[in-house]
C-alpha cells in the first residue's frame, strides 16, 4: 500500500506505521528501535522492490522440469549512507541476501549541515543496476544528494532513495538535484528545526541505534 506524490511515495502499510510510531516515542528502548528499523526495512524493501522485472528461468523441481520467474538483470545494490544507513541495511539484505553493498561514509557539519565525506566503498560496476540508497532521514537533502552526485559519478543510473522520515525542506531540495531519483520514505513530517532535525521526527537516527549522544 502507498500513496505517491510525484516523486514521493509514502509507504502507509499499517504496520509501517505502527512500527514507526514506537519508533518515535522516546521512550522506545535502544534494543527496541533498532529491531524495529529492521522489521520496517523488511516491509520498505518489498514495497520498493515491488516493481522488479522478472524472466523465466528453466528449473527441475523433485517432480517436474519448469519455467519459474526469478528476478532478471544484475544484482541490485544497496547503498548505506553511514552510519544510520546501516539500520535499514541490515533489514534489507535479509530480504536481498545476495544483493552488493556500497558504504558511503557522510556526517554532518554541525555548523554548516553540510556532509563531510569521510569514506566510499561500492561495487566496481554500477551502471545498469539497481541502487536502493538507504538512510532513515531526509533532513536537508545535502547527505542523500552528496552519496547519490557519487554514486552518479561511478556511473550509476538507475537510482531509488529509501528513508524512514523525510522533511518538506530535504524533499524539495533533494528532487531540485536529483529529480531522476524517485523517494521512498515512510512519512513526510512537519518542518526542520534551526539545528536541521526533523519535527517531530524521533531525534538523531544514530544514537538511538547505537546508544551514543
Ligand atoms: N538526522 C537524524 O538522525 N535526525 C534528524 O532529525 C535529522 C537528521
Not at 62 to 89: E, Q, T, W, Y
Not at 118 to 141: C, H, Q, S, W
Not at 142 to 156: F, H, M, Q
Amino acid at each position: 500500500m502507498s500513496k505517491s506524490a510525484g516523486p514521493v511515495t509514502v509507504l502507509d502499510h499499517p504496520l509501517i506505521q505502527h512500527k514507526l510510531t514506537i519508533m518515535r516515542n522516546k521512550e522506545t528502548s535502544i534494543a527496541g528501535f533498532r529491531r524495529l528499523l529492521r522489521e520496517i526495512a523488511h516491509l520498505m524493501c518489498y514495497e520498493v522492490t515491488r516493481d522488479l522485472e522478472l524472466e523465466s528461468i528453466p528449473i527441475e523441481t523433485p517432480m517436474a522440469a519448469m519455467d519459474s520467474p526469478a528476478i532478471k538483470g544484475k544484482k541490485l545494490v544497496f547503498a548505506s549512507i553511514l552510519r544510520a544507513g546501516n539500520g535499514l541495511l541490515d533489514g534489507m539484505l535479509d530480504l536481498v541476501p545476495a544483493a552488493r553493498v556500497a558504504h558511503i561514509g557522510l556526517y554532518r557539519d554541525h555548523e554548516t549541515l553540510e556532509p563531510v565525506e569521510y569514506y566510499f566503498k561500492a561495487p566496481a560496476d554500477l551502471e545498469n543496476r539497481l541502487i536502493i540508497v538507504v538512510d532513515p532521514m531526509l533532513a536537508t537533502g545535502n547527505s542523500a544528494t552528496a552519496a547519490i552526485e557519487k554514486l552518479k559519478e561511478r556511473g550509476a543510473n538507475n537510482i531509488r532513495f529509501l528513508c524512514l522520515l523525510a522533511a518538506p525542506e530535504g524533499i524539495k531540495n533533494f528532487t531540485e538535484s536529483q529529480p531522476d531519483v524517485p523517494i521512498f520514505t515512510a512519512a513526510i513530517d512537519s518542518h526542520l528545526n534551526e539545528k536541521g532535525y526533523i519535527v517531530p521526527g524521533l531525534g538523531d537516527a544514530g544514537d538511538r541505534m547505537y546508544g551514543t549522544k
